[in-house]
Structures are given as C-alpha cells and as structure tokens.
C-alpha cells in the first residue's frame, strides 16, 4: 500500500498528491511516469511524475478530475492509501541524457498548459540543480486555473505567463509568447512543449517554421500504460510508436498530432477500437507485440 503524505487542491479541479513509493523515487527520472491504481477493482491511470524526492521516499503526481476514476481519487484524503503505485514507466527526458557541457551550449524554452505544467516542472527543477538555466513559458485561459507559478519561478532562469483573456502578464497563447520572445531578440536552440494535444501541435507548427527542434509529451494519449492496449498508437515519422513504451516524449516535428487525436477520439467507444484494430492489424499493440 502506498500511502498519500500530502494533499493540495491546485486550482481547476487539479489536485497535487504526495505519496510514499520509495522505490519508485529511487530511480524516477524526469520525463517518467507511474501507473496508480486506487484499489482491486481501480482503473490503471497514468499519471507523469511532478517531483519526487529520494532521500524522503515520495513521489509527487498531479492530476485533473475529468472522468469516474480521477473523480473517485480526489477523494482520498491524507493517511489513506492507494492499492498500486508503479514506476517508473516510459522512457526519462532525452535532455537528461545529455552532457552538461552538451547542455549548457543549448538555449532550452520549455512551453508548458494546464496539467502539462506538473511535467515540466521535474525537467527544470533538475536543468537547475545541474547549473543549466532555461526559460519557461506557462500558457492558461486564465489567471485563476494557473498551477505551480511560485514552484516553477524557483527552477526557472525566466519565466513567462501567457494568458488567452490577459488577466496576468501577457495577452495571447504559449505560441504568441514564443512569438514576442523571439521578436524580442531571445534565441533558441530547443523547444520542449508539454501540455493538450491541440497546444503541442501549434508549438510543433510555429517552431518548425521557426527551425527550432522541438521535443513533445505524447502522455495525454496513454491508457493502460504497457503498449499492450494500443490507445498511444502513434506516427511518428515514417515510424510506428507508442508513447507509454517508446516514449513519451518524441520529435515534435515529426508527430502526426492529427492522427493521435483521431485514434484519441475513436479508442473512446467500442466500435471505434474495434475498427482500429482492423485497420491497423499487427501494428495495433505496442509493448506485448500482439496480446489478445
């Protein structure tokens, strides 16, 4: 049983858990995700790692109530427990995987909305501890569904709100603001977009017109968190991906976001997995290769 240590109401029906999975904060990585499952009859749900700290043992998860089982998780309270906690899952941040030298040449603009936010977060906070400095821009609808302002002000060497009605900083979307930062003279040299599919797929447009390489989180698509479900289906180039194995994160530039939306919208009833299936034969799965 892993048992939540902390509970915080975010703003927008987000809510931030702290849970004790010491073994999961042992090897975690920004960029990854675990898998939590409320009980024996729970929904496997995946959920990206926001923070974790290995000499306490915790891992920090940041979820929105948008269906019967986030709904059912909001409720749990300090003390109680969940059933599963697993991790970690997917693939960590490929920045990680670079030198400091590598990275300290690199001019990084991390791009982040709504529940993409808690992602990111982990990816700067480590770019710091590490002496890299990157900028950041967080893009909402509005000032009061803004989460982890004053925790991403502490990692971030700038940071950048960007709100659609202008009711805090800046008027406009992330990909006005990218605008305005590069009209302004900034320069980069990497884009990393973390947030809604429709956000990621205009940053992955306006930076390929930009020629800025762009690195994505494929994470809204995934479902059962193995590749063995097929939901995180993806193309990626002239290549067949799933995010929860492979990724999630990928090649902004080289993502059809029109396809994943697609398959997004039609895993959603049975008729629709079923013609998946058909029309995507022995490609349909991911991590098990083809499991019935």
Not at 1 to 23: G, H, Q, S, T, V
């Amino acid at each position: 049983m892993f048992k939540i240590l902390k509970k915080e109401y975010l703003a927008n029906n987000i809510w931030l858990m702290d849970i004790a999975a010491p073994r999961v904060a042992k090897h975690c990585q920004p960029g990854q995700f675990v898998i939590v499952k409320m009980d024996e009859e729970g929904e496997r749900i995946p959920l990206t790692v926001c923070d974790y700290d290995r000499e306490q043992g915790t891992v920090t998860i940041v979820f929105q109530t948008v269906g019967a089982s986030t709904q059912e998780m909001a409720k749990y309270e300090v003390g109680e427990s969940f059933m599963d906690f697993v991790g970690p899952l997917g693939q960590p941040s490929e920045l990680i995987e670079m030198s400091e030298e590598e990275l300290k040449k690199e001019k990084i603009l991390f791009v982040c909305g709504g529940v993409g936010t808690a992602p990111v977060y982990p990816q700067v906070k480590w770019m710091k501890e590490h002496g890299i400095g990157v900028d950041v821009i967080i893009g909402a609808r509005t000032k009061d569904i803004l989460i982890l302002e004053d925790a991403m002000r502490e990692v971030a060497e700038n940071l950048y709100i960007a709100t659609d009605d202008g009711s805090y900083e800046f008027k406009g979307n992330g990909c006005d603001k990218i605008n305005d930062l590069i009209s302004q003279g900034k320069e980069y040299t990497k884009v990393v977009a973390i947030g809604p599919m429709i956000m990621m797929k205009f940053v992955a447009k306006l930076t390929k017109e930009l020629n800025i390489p762009t690195i994505v989180s494929m994470n809204p698509i995934m479902v059962d968190g193995t590749g063995m479900c097929g939901a995180c289906r993806l193309q990626v180039g002239d290549e067949i991906k799933f995010a929860c194995v492979d990724g999630p994160e990928f090649d902004g530039h080289l993502v059809d976001f029109d396809q994943a939306m697609m398959r997004q919208r039609m895993y959603k009833t049975e008729e629709g997995r079923a013609m998946l299936k058909l029309q995507e034969g022995d490609t349909h799965h991911g991590g098990c290769g083809n499991c019935h």
